[in-house]
């Protein structure tokens, strides 16, 4: 089969791309909006973009050429929290990717109770393993639909005692979860451990 990626509409190229480009690790991202609640989000078109500073960034698109309560609420206050969830999330986590109106306050609706962040206004979640609070570093427009990149920069990071070891996360203990195409995820299922490769420290410029 041959598919000319001109020949497709974006909701046809969205449902393409989402079962190619898979597993995707999910940032579920909490924010503040204006009127003070707390807005709650799962979001796989993310990734690392720098280790120091550390940035991560988010693709967040529209919905009918609006910005979601994400984009507008980090817009307002140029913070936002990402969670990752673990297998015991999962539902929460599907739930909260319902739209909502501005008002609704997903972390009420689904009963997930918060923390305040240390860093910035922002709470994170308390059932989540790892919570990294960002600062807004810079957004950038792509494509034709409104899709903008959100990159932050961490500035706190929440780590559930005992997921650190030696300086790195112990997946097969934190369990994370990511998204297929569709309304499907995954776990991490078979965890294949091989040497190590040599690799030249990382430095700053």
Request: charged fraction near 15%.
């Amino acid at each position: 089969m041959k598919i000319y990626a001109d020949s497709m509409g974006p909701e046809q190229t969205y449902k393409l791309l989402t079962g190619i480009v898979v597993p995707r690790p999910i940032a579920w991202v909490s924010t503040l909006s204006e009127t003070g609640l707390t807005n709650v989000a799962p979001f796989s078109c993310y990734t690392i973009v720098s280790n120091m500073p550390p940035m991560i960034g988010i693709n967040i698109g529209r919905k009918a050429g609006v910005r979601k309560d994400t984009a507008t609420n980090i817009l307002f206050n140029s913070h936002f929290v990402v969670n990752i969830a673990d297998e015991t999330l999962l539902e929460p986590l599907h739930q909260s990717a319902g739209e909502y109106p501005p008002q609704i306050s997903e972390t009420q609706l689904l009963d997930l109770e918060t923390l305040p962040g240390e860093s910035m206004p922002v709470p994170r979640l308390v059932a989540a393993p790892i919570s990294m609070e960002c600062r807004l570093h810079s957004v950038t427009p792509y494509g034709d639909t409104g899709a903008e990149f959100f990159v932050g920069e961490i500035r706190v990071w929440h780590i559930r005692d005992g997921l650190l070891n030696d300086g790195k996360i112990d997946s097969t203990i934190l369990r994370p979860i990511c998204r297929l195409g569709g309304p499907n995820y995954a776990t991490l299922g078979k965890v294949v451990t091989l040497q190590a490769v040599s690799q030249t420290p990382k430095t700053v410029l």
